[in-house]
């Protein structure tokens, strides 16, 4: 008697710019996903096996082939998120770098290095190494389909593990792209699987027995996966939500800082995990900064056309939260002096400035995702950085300031901050990226992104026996006399 196995149950993919399927994608169960990581199991083996420089070299042929193809690859970004074309090869440009980054730096930063042994065990030998963790399991948002969850996928590769991932289950053709091109590129074992699916899919991943989960998206589900990966004490990474703020002072560049502003808050329709959605600009250039603001944004436009500046909102259920932020801020006394209540329609939102909004509004408190700015004067820059600070969130930040950039961008609360641009941190592979309260915690690229997918492994080698040996039951009252005083003289010093 023959089985027939019952076909997997499919959820489409659709076109946020014109609700066209484009394509369909099985609904990953439980079972799919142990599967899945059992399989990865066995090929994270292999792959730690080929050490950096035999991960390193088929990193970079994967690297290549996603180069050559990157235009491939924006058009299934452009029609599963509707961002321009143009914007989802700068996140592709983005994601190849950080990928050779990680490729080339792997072995200086998580390969063994000597650490000095201190004057009590000089005759031991001390290295530290990072050895690969295994399974990485990875959750990604839709937003940056590319470049976010490569943050984490290239880096946990280059760290030598195996990894399975759930994209969104807005943008899962892009996840089958990158899975596929690699599989092309490393064909001899699955060290790069794909599962698909909703967030049902996404907690059996973090049930499945995976070495850590590196999450990104909103701080809300960040919470769900913790208490998911509690159970099993499986680690966490959570990239989460943002509120970032751009703040101007006096003596700011005043075109540069408005550009920033409008760019940094509605490129990608605002979809931005550490997109700019408060400024606080200083009292003696506030209606010059807010005019520049108002003539920029005005030639910003919403569409699906080659000309377009922005796409459409790819979440559709987001439209209610933009639409709450907008209604509300304003019927609080707040004044749009671009866009309006009605600038949120069925699909896209025409790019919203509000000014006199109050600090309690949720369009100051919560993530809003949209196009959208607030505008807020301030007395002097410490009334800046005290309100960008007010905020559960803490991702990105920017700061304008001839004369104080480095100070104020030190005393935000956020894991980076961009001084006289915006979001330039995030083109910088060598720079860690990460939040802090609800924006979460632990880091992604840079070296500190390396080591999140390593353990670190401490290892002596006793080079010689020490005339004070501790570690025996032959110790002497001798040998522990001359001990105490050893370490009287080191560090009893009164001072
Ligand atoms: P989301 O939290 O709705 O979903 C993210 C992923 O989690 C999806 O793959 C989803 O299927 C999965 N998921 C949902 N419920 C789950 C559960 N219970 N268990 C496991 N997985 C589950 O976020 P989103 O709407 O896709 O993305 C937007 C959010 O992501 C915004 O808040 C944005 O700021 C944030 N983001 C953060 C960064 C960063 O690096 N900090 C980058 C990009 C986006």
């Known amino acids: 008697m023959t089985t027939v ?26 079972e799919d996903v142990q599967a899945a990581v059992e399989r990865a199991r066995s090929a994270a083996e292999w792959w730690a096996e080929l050490g950096f420089a035999g991960r390193a070299e088929r990193l970079q042929r994967w690297k290549g082939a996603v180069t050559r193809r990157a235009a491939q690859l924006a058009d299934v970004v452009h029609v599963e998120t509707g961002k321009p074309h143009a914007d ?24 063994p290095s000597r650490r000095s042994s201190g004057l009590l065990m000089a005759n031991q030998a001390a290295t530290v190494e990072y050895q690969p963790l295994g399974v990485v399991g990875v959750i990604g948002p839709w937003n940056y389909p590319v470049f976010t969850p490569m943050g984490s996928i290239a880096y946990a590769l280059a760290a030598g593990n195996a990894v399975v991932y759930k994209p969104s289950e807005y943008t899962p053709g892009v996840g089958r792209w990158l899975v596929d091109s690699f599989a092309e590129a490393v ?38 996966i913790m208490a998911a990966c509690a159970e099993t004490l499986t680690p966490v990474l959570i990239e989460a939500g943002g509120k970032d703020a751009l703040l101007v002072d006096a003596d700011a560049d005043l075109d540069g800082a408005a550009e920033a502003a409008v760019w940094g808050g509605i490129s990608n329709a605002g979809q931005t995990c550490v997109a700019i959605e408060r400024v606080y600009v200083h009292e003696n250039v506030y209606d010059e900064f807010v005019a520049k603001v108002v003539a ?40 749009a002096v671009v866009g309006g209540a009605d600038s949120v329609g069925e699909r896209y939102v025409q790019p919203t400035v509000l000014v006199d909004v109050p600090e309690d509004a949720e369009a100051v408190r919560e993530e809003t995702f949209g196009p959208t700015l607030t505008i807020a004067k301030v007395r002097d820059m ?39 641009s915006v979001i330039s941190f995030t083109g910088v592979p060598s720079l860690p990226f990460g ?54 003289l080191l560090h009893g010093k009164r001072r």
């Open 296 to 335: 920029i944004t005005r030639g910003v436009r919403p569409g699906f056309d080659d000309e377009a500046n922005i796409g459409p909102i790819t979440m559709p259920s987001q439209l209610d939260v933009i639409r709450r932020h907008i209604t509300d801020a304003l019927a609080r006394g707040g004044r």
């Open 88 to 111: 989802a090869m700068l996140e592709i440009i983005l994601a190849i770098d950080h990928t050779a980054w990680a490729a080339k730096n792997a072995p200086k930063v998580l390969g």
């Open 187 to 224: 064909p001899e074992h699955p060290v790069f699987q794909l599962i698909t699916g909703f967030g049902d899919t996404g907690a059996a991943l973090c049930r499945a027995g995976v070495d850590k989960i590196a999450f990104t998206g909103s701080a809300g589900t960040g919470k769900k």
């Open 5 to 30: 196995q019952a076909k997997p149950e499919t959820f489409d993919s659709l076109n946020p710019a014109t609700g066209e399927v484009v394509g369909s994608h099985p609904i990953h169960r439980a």
């Open 382 to 420: 410490d009334e800046a950085v005290e309100k960008a600070n007010d905020s559960k969130y803490g991702l990105g930040g920017s700061v304008f300031s001839r004369a104080r950039g480095m100070e104020l961008a030190r005393r935000l609360r956020a894991g980076m901050v961009s001084i006289n």
């Open 435 to 488: 939040g802090v309260g609800d924006s979460g915690f632990g880091r992604i690229h840079g070296p500190e992104g390396l080591r999140e997918f390593g353990r670190a492994k401490a290892i002596t080698r006793q080079r010689f026996r020490a005339p004070l040996t501790l570690t025996t039951f032959a110790r002497t009252k001798k040998v522990d006399a001359q001990v105490a005083k050893l370490i009287t």
